[in-house]
Nanobody
Framework: QVQLVESGGGLVQAGGSLRLSCAASGRIFSIDAMGWYRQAPGKQRELVARITSSGTTNYADSVKGRFTISRANAQNTVYLQMNSLKPEDTAVYYC?????????????WGQGTQVTVSS
């Protein structure tokens, strides 16, 4: 059973920073792309940032220059460093990963972590 567990969310004032972590566990053979999505109340889930196994990244325009995605392959972990946070960044943030485990290849999601930015 593969699991993704996020941590690092919380309440922060505008202009502040948070670092999200997401660790994958289970009988994992390999992990391809990993990423972060977010969903604000009343809005659709949107891609925040994505990173491939080779380190290629892409970001939503709204977070470019403020957020940085990185990964530690040996620890099956992906991070999201969020700086200069704005109230509009308030959302539940979800980790996702494309994982090969037990001869199957699937897209997995974490349970989400709340990020609240106060003005």
């Amino acid at each position: 059973q593969v699991q993704l567990v996020e941590s690092g969310g919380g309440l922060v004032q505008a202009g502040g920073s948070l670092r999200l972590s997401c660790a994958a566990s289970g009988r994992i053979f390999s992990i391809d792309a990993m990423g972060w999505y977010r969903q604000a109340p009343g809005k659709q889930r949107e891609l925040v940032a994505r990173i491939t196994s080779s380190g290629t990244t892409n970001y939503a325009d709204s977070v470019k220059g403020r957020f940085t995605i990185s990964r530690a392959n040996a620890q099956n972990t992906v991070y999201l460093q969020m700086n200069s946070l704005k109230p509009e960044d308030t959302a539940v943030y979800y980790c996702t990963a494309d994982i090969e485990a037990l001869a199957t290849y699937n897209n997995y999601w974490g349970q989400g972590t709340q990020v609240t930015v106060s003005s």
